[in-house]
């Protein structure tokens, strides 16, 4: 295996590692925890440093296996449309970071996009989970999970996520394409 493609997946790992048990730490106060939105920033920066790739890839796996280690959140419909949503991110952060010339702006571009098609993806998901168990989920709910609700975790993804990633671009642990 090629050194590039070992540090990839060493990353990824990683990734998956922190995105399980984060929650577990911002869940002692269960109201801000799930506001921070913790599995969203290690499936983001996989992105980042992976590719969309190998960020899809962590962002649709990890809500499934943090669902079947802790039984939360819970599989249906709760990890399904997350795994959707995470997937989202890790691709659209991978895959425009690539593409954008390198710097600051392109990392927020980047993030910015990500967020918002994870969202989106994750919304949509939701509704369509909801027409198959004939189950509500109107936009209001849409507009509470996706912004209103998320306002912290959305603010701690754009301060931390392009220092964490700038650091590393300086210090030269990105890996390679």
């Given at each position: 295996?090629?050194?590039?493609?070992?540090?990839?997946?060493?990353?990824?790992?990683?990734?998956?590692?922190?995105?399980?048990?984060?929650?577990?730490?911002?869940?002692?106060?269960?109201?801000?925890?799930?506001?921070?939105?913790?599995?969203?920033?290690?499936?983001?920066?996989?992105?980042?440093?992976?590719?969309?790739?190998?960020?899809?890839?962590?962002?649709?796996?990890?809500?499934?296996?943090?669902?079947?280690?802790?039984?939360?959140?819970?599989?249906?419909?709760?990890?399904?449309?997350?795994?959707?949503?995470?997937?989202?991110?890790?691709?659209?952060?991978g895959l425009l970071y690539k593409r954008l010339p390198?710097?600051?702006?392109?990392?927020?571009?980047?993030?910015?996009?990500?967020?918002?098609?994870?969202?989106?993806?994750?919304?949509?998901?939701?509704?369509?989970?909801?027409?198959?168990?004939?189950?509500?989920?109107?936009?209001?709910?849409?507009?509470?999970?996706?912004?209103?609700?998320?306002?912290?975790?959305?603010v701690v993804q754009l301060i931390l996520i392009p220092?964490?990633?700038?650091?590393?671009?300086?210090?030269?642990?990105?890996?390679?394409?």
């Amino acid at each position: 295996m090629k050194k590039n493609t070992i540090l990839k997946l060493t990353y990824s790992a990683m990734c998956v590692a922190v995105a399980i048990v984060l929650p577990l730490v911002t869940g002692n106060v269960p109201r801000i925890g799930n506001m921070l939105c913790p599995m969203h920033i290690p499936v983001l920066l996989c992105g980042f440093l992976c590719g969309p790739v190998w960020g899809l890839a962590v962002g649709a796996v990890s809500p499934i296996l943090r669902s079947m280690i802790f039984g939360a959140p819970v599989m249906f419909p709760m990890a399904v449309a997350m795994a959707f949503e995470l997937a989202a991110y890790g691709a659209v952060s991978g895959l425009l970071y690539k593409r954008l010339p390198k710097s600051a702006w392109s990392i927020y571009a980047s993030l910015l996009c990500a967020m918002a098609a994870g969202r989106v993806l994750w919304g949509a998901v939701r509704f369509a989970i909801a027409g198959l168990t004939e189950t509500a989920f109107p936009f209001s709910a849409f507009v509470a999970g996706a912004v209103t609700n998320a306002v912290p975790g959305i603010v701690v993804q754009l301060i931390l996520i392009p220092l964490v990633v700038a650091a590393l671009e300086r210090a030269k642990l990105m890996p390679n394409e």
